[in-house]
């Protein structure tokens, strides 16, 4: 494939590559955000990008469900909109931002959330020592993805099976691949959202931010992502999870 000229904003992208958004004094823990994309697309993000807009009201509702806790937030910028490849694939910058984020929340748990591209990348990414897990949004799971570096890390998925654009199925079969490989993994199938998650939308964002602050440690996680991701049913019924979850208004309707 052939290579892009280098983007005139490249030159000291390396500080650049991590977008902290929240940073309290002394952060007990951090979460990173990782927004969609497409599958091929060697120009920069532009400056108005719906896929890292659509990731602000995740990033507040785990804002407000970890404020007493002094979470670090922060999302990662991509070099190019595109998977495309090895080579310029998001999982690169990924790595940027992890590295960077050491400096700021250093042996620090990091969990990454990410969605559809993005949340392929927070999988990839996921070796990384300070992640200690996931929470993947309608991710992109091919067949054939890599599962042995998720042992020992937290792995949850949330799906809609009427999402078009990526397959839910998909998602389930790398959970149960990812489980056998020892990652402490489950799936919850989402009631309503489609690819782009908007309605029910503040049932995506609160249960995300309730699995983020589980993985992180600052409250625990829902009893049956607990039992699931110890026992044999790898995918939850959405409404048995939000069941759980303190607020009546995390409930679907």
């Known amino acids: 494939m052939t290579m892009p000229a280098e983007h ?3 030159r000291g992208r390396a500080d650049r590559a991590l977008r902290p958004r929240a940073v309290p004094p002394a952060p007990r823990g951090s979460v990173l955000l990782l927004h969609g994309g497409r599958s091929d697309a060697l120009t920069p993000p532009p400056l108005l990008n719906l896929p890292s807009a659509r990731m602000r009201p995740f990033g507040t509702a785990i804002l407000r469900a970890t404020g007493k806790h002094d979470v670090l937030l ?23 931002a992890l590295d960077q984020l050491k400096l700021l929340a250093p042996l620090r748990p990091v969990v990454l959330v990410g969605h559809s591209m993005g949340a392929r990348a927070a999988l990839r990414v996921a070796e990384h020592s300070h992640v200690s897990g996931v929470v993947a949004l309608a991710p992109w799971c091919p067949p054939g993805e890599p599962v042995a570096h998720l042992r020992n890390k937290h792995v949850i998925v949330l799906h809609d099976e009427q999402d078009r654009v990526t397959d839910a199925h998909d998602s389930w079969d790398f959970v149960r691949r990812a489980r056998s490989a020892g990652a402490n993994a489950c799936a919850i199938a989402m009631p309503r959202g489609g690819h782009a998650m908007l309605r029910d ?14 993985i992180l440690g600052v409250l625990p996680l829902p009893a049956g992502v607990k039992a699931a991701q110890a026992g044999d049913d790898a995918v939850l019924n959405a409404r048995g999870v939000l069941q759980e979850m303190p607020r009546a208004g995390c409930r679907p309707s």
């Open 8 to 10: 005139p904003d490249e």
């Open 74 to 96: 922060a999302s990662v910028r991509y070099r190019y909109r595109g998977w495309n490849g090895s080579r310029t694939d998001p999982v690169h910058d990924a790595y940027e």
């Open 201 to 214: 939308a503040g049932t995506w964002h609160r249960l995300t931010a309730a699995l983020t602050a589980g």
